[in-house]
């Protein structure tokens, strides 16, 4: 496991509500496990990304990152979904962020500055 922090940015500041980061592997090394990691972050922005439990790091992989922080959430039959952030990030093939984990390596710090909802 690899130890994966950082803080969480929303057009220059804090986020104005809490949320979360899906990192979903796309590839592993020859006999790892796909197996996605969740970071979630709170108003202050920090996070530290799990696999297992939360904080216990990534697996060795390749991932593309979503992040998810909701105004008003998707339910269904509910009313329309509103994010704080652009919906770019919600989606893990538009969010434009990536990580590439490598087995035995150092912890590492990616920090995520997003852009506003327009």
């Known amino acids: 496991m690899v130890q994966v922090t950082g803080l969480v940015t929303v057009a220059g500041e804090a986020p104005p509500v809490d949320g979360v980061i899906v990192f979903s592997p796309v ?5 790892g496990a ?8 709170g108003v202050s922005g920090k996070y530290r ?11 060795p992989g390749k991932y593309r990152i979503s992040i998810q922080c909701w105004k008003t959430p998707p339910s269904a039959g509910g009313p329309p979904e509103v994010s704080y952030i ?8 538009t969010s434009g962020y990536t990580l590439d984990v ?13 852009d506003a909802a327009r």
């Not at 919906?87 to 093939?93: C, F, G, P, S």
């Open 27 to 31: 590839s592993v090394p020859t006999g």
């Open 34 to 41: 796909m197996r996605p990691g969740t970071a979630p972050f």
């Open 49 to 59: 990304a799990g696999t297992f439990k939360a904080g216990d790091g990534l697996l």
């Open 86 to 93: 652009d919906d770019k990030y919600t989606r893990m093939l």
């Open 102 to 114: 490598e087995a035995g390596g150092d912890a590492i710090k990616l920090d995520l500055p997003l």
